[in-house]
C-alpha cells in the first residue's frame, strides 16, 4: 500500500516555472515507477511524464523540453519542474504508483494502483 500527497501548486504567469511534489509513504518507494498526470474540467485525464525505478524518464509531447520529472528515493518523493508554463498547462495533477511497469501502457492511467488527492495548477495569460 502506498499513499501520495501532492504539493506545490499554485497560480503563475505564462513563462513562469512551478515544482510540484508528490511524497509517498511506504517503505519500498524505490520499486515503483511514478507517473504525473492532469486533468481539466470536463476532460479526461491525459499523462504528463513517468520516471522508472531506473530513473528513465518518459514525457508527453506537449510538455517535452518544459517539464523534468525526477525522484528522491531517499526522500521518498517525485518532483515535477514545470517550466515556460501556458494557459493550457492549466489543470489538476496528480502523482500515481505503478508497482508494474508497462512500457506499452505508461501513459496509461490503467498502469498506476495508487493516486494522490491532486494539486491545482492555474497558469494566467
Known amino acids: 500500500q502506498v499513499q501520495l500527497v501532492e504539493s506545490g501548486g499554485g497560480l503563475v504567469q505564462a513563462g513562469g516555472s512551478l515544482r510540484l511534489s508528490c511524497a509517498a509513504s511506504g517503505r519500498t518507494f524505490s520499486r515503483y515507477a511514478m507517473g504525473w498526470f492532469r486533468q481539466c474540467p470536463g476532460k479526461e485525464r491525459e499523462f504528463v511524464a513517468a520516471?522508472?525505478?531506473?530513473?528513465?524518464?518518459y514525457y508527453a509531447d506537449s510538455v517535452k523540453g518544459r517539464f523534468t520529472i525526477s525522484r528522491d528515493n531517499a526522500k521518498n518523493t517525485v518532483y515535477l519542474q514545470m517550466n515556460s508554463l501556458k494557459p493550457e498547462d492549466t489543470a489538476v495533477y496528480s502523482c500515481a504508483a505503478a508497482p508494474r511497469w508497462s512500457s506499452t501502457y505508461y501513459s496509461n492511467e490503467n498502469t498506476y494502483d495508487y493516486w494522490g488527492q491532486g494539486t491545482q495548477v492555474t497558469v494566467s495569460s
Open positions: 520516471i522508472r525505478e531506473s530513473g528513465r524518464t
